[in-house]
C-alpha cells in the first residue's frame, strides 16, 4: 500500500516567535529547517492560531494572571495572554515561512468559548476541526509534525492524530517549547505513551 505522508506544520505565527504575545524562544530559528522539509512529503498544512478578541482563554477576560489556572465547563483551562487575534500582524505566518507551499491552512481556537490546541479537536476534545476528514479523503495515513509549541499545540495534536489512528512522528529539531512548569516534559512522555515517535 502506498502510504501518503503529510508534514503538519503547527502555529509559526509571529506572536510565538521572538517579539510576539507568547513567544516561544528560539521559536523562529526552525523556520529554515521546516521550509527545506517541504519538499519532501506528499501534502503540506499548517495550522493557524485564530482567536477573536477577548478569547474566553485570554487571562485579560478574566482578570487573572497570566499563565494562571482556571476552570472552563471543558476542564483546566491555562489563562493566556493576548494573542493570535484574527487579522492581527501576531496572528499572520512568520514572515520567512513558505506558506505558498501549503495545501491546506485550518485554523483553531476561533470559537470565543473554547480554546483549541489540537488541529483535530477543539479542547473538549470531542468538537472536530475537520482535519481528520480531510486527511483521510486524500489517503493520507502518516504525519510529521513540527511548528510551536512542542508541549501545547504540538503535544496535543500529536496525541490526537495518533488516538487516531494515524502513524505519527514529531521532529523534535524543528520544534521549540514553552516548557512551562514541566510542561515539556510532561508532553514528551504524554506522545511516547500514546505511541508517537519522537525523532
Avoid at 16 to 33: E, K, N, W
Avoid at 37 to 46: C, H, K, P, S
Avoid at 117 to 140: H, Q, V
Amino acid at each position: 500500500m502506498n502510504m501518503t505522508h503529510a508534514l503538519l506544520v503547527i502555529d509559526v505565527q509571529n506572536d510565538f516567535c521572538p517579539g510576539g504575545a507568547l513567544a516561544v524562544s528560539g521559536g523562529d530559528q526552525i523556520v529554515p529547517g521546516i521550509n527545506a522539509a517541504m519538499a519532501g512529503f506528499d501534502a503540506v498544512i499548517l495550522t493557524q492560531d485564530w482567536h477573536p478578541a477577548g478569547h474566553s482563554s485570554f487571562a485579560s477576560v478574566h482578570d487573572a494572571a497570566p499563565m494562571s489556572v482556571t476552570g472552563m465547563p471543558y476542564g483546566p483551562q491555562v489563562l493566556w495572554p493576548d494573542h493570535c487575534i484574527q487579522g492581527s500582524d501576531g496572528a499572520a505566518f512568520h514572515a520567512d515561512l513558505n506558506v505558498d507551499a501549503a495545501d491546506l491552512i485550518i485554523r483553531k481556537g476561533y470559537n470565543p468559548a473554547i480554546d483549541s490546541y489540537s488541529a483535530f479537536f477543539e479542547n473538549d476534545k470531542t468538537t472536530p476541526t475537520g482535519l481528520e476528514g480531510y486527511l483521510r479523503t486524500r489517503g493520507i495515513d502518516r504525519l510529521t509534525l513540527v511548528g510551536l509549541a512542542t508541549d501545547f499545540c504540538v503535544n496535543y495534536s500529536a496525541v490526537d492524530a495518533a488516538k487516531l489512528g494515524f502513524n505519527v512522528t514529531v521532529d523534535m529539531g524543528l520544534c521549540r517549547a514553552i516548557d512551562f512548569d514541566g510542561s515539556l516534559d510532561a508532553a514528551t512522555q504524554g506522545m511516547k505513551a500514546a505511541g508517537v515517535i519522537l525523532a
